[in-house]
């Protein structure tokens, strides 16, 4: 099959389109032919090789966590689909990797929804999980007020109405021209960097509940001067995160979190009752994905962006 590989780890320049085996599903899993797959922060993370002491990989890699595509493989002990059915979700965690490819096995599923495209679906599923377990952890719900930081990209538009849906006030920061899409979405938008904390006390003078950092641009001393204890800041993307008292959710490697997959289909049942969406950033080709992992470094994409075989 065709599939997006690195051999080495490097830029985005070390990506390349080949053949690779097959993957098939085992025991609890299903293989889709993919119509779609996401670009993750963390794929170009794992692609540099900022990862590689806690998640040690087999080169070539396939990269990619989540995918939209329609079941052509049952494992054993899989009863909720069935071959031809149209679903989206991610692969295995722990592999870090296999979605950007012709075929992938994945772990964690749910029914597409008619009301996403393939594009959208086939980059909702990582976010969706993260979004879930970062909110869980935080106990957001009905009454909550969230600050978001870096609300403009794949997780923070997924936080936000995750959380809109729970009964949370969110406040969302990005650049001024993401203001108005971020409003769209159910957030109250601000700017991010310096006078934070004096915006959002302007914005919500009785403070903020919880902190979700997206950004990971070093900002989380002012994020954590807005809440009453550290443990209710989380960041999802600064590796020194814990320097302030602050947990860094991850899905997979030594410390990870346990994962949110039940979010999953209920972000289906969402986007089926017109309460969820995904904004979709870009979509390239595999042949393209070395523009897309730059796109995704450089911080500036409204929304998911993915790939198609």
Not at 33 to 57: H, K, M
Not at 172 to 182: C, E, I, Q, V, W
Request: hydrophobic share 45%; aromatic share 4%; glycine share 12%.
């Amino acid at each position: 099959m065709r599939a997006l590989q690195f051999s080495k780890y490097g830029p985005a320049s070390v990506l390349e389109v080949s053949e690779a085996p097959e993957p098939h599903a085992g025991p609890g899993q299903i293989r889709v032919a993919v119509r779609a797959s996401g670009v993750n922060p963390a794929d170009t993370y794992v692609r540099a090789g900022r990862f590689q002491e806690w998640i040690p990989l087999r080169l070539p890699h396939v990269p990619g966590v989540d995918a939209a595509g329609v079941v052509d493989e049952v494992g054993d002990g899989v009863t909720t689909v069935r071959v031809g059915d149209e679903v989206f979700g991610i692969t295995d965690y722990a592999q870090m990797g296999g979605a950007n490819a012709e075929y992938a096995v994945l772990a964690a599923w749910a029914p597409k929804p008619a009301a996403l495209s393939w594009e959208q679906a086939g980059g909702a599923a990582a976010n969706i999980e993260t979004a879930t377990r970062v909110l869980d952890r935080l106990g957001v719900k009905e009454g909550t007020t969230l600050l978001i930081e870096g609300a403009a990209g794949g997780v923070g538009t997924t936080a936000i109405q995750l959380a809109v849906a729970r009964g949370a006030a969110v406040i969302g920061t990005a650049s001024d021209r993401n203001h108005g899409f971020l409003a769209s979405l159910g957030a109250i938008p601000t700017t991010y960097g310096p006078g934070l904390v004096e915006r959002v006390d302007a914005l919500m003078p009785g403070g903020v509940d919880a902190v979700l950092d997206c950004a990971g641009s070093g900002s989380i001393p002012d994020l954590v001067r807005l809440v009453a204890d550290p443990d209710r800041v989380v960041s999802i993307a600064d590796i020194n995160a814990a320097a302030y008292g602050v947990h860094l959710s991850r899905g997979s490697g030594p410390g990870a979190d346990s994962p949110s997959l039940e979010g999953i289909a209920a972000a289906g049942d969402l986007a089926e009752r017109g309460c969820f969406t995904v904004p979709v950033a870009a979509v390239f080709s595999l042949e393209e994905a070395a523009v897309a992992h730059e796109l995704s470094e450089s911080r500036h994409a409204r929304g998911k962006i993915v790939l198609k075989p």
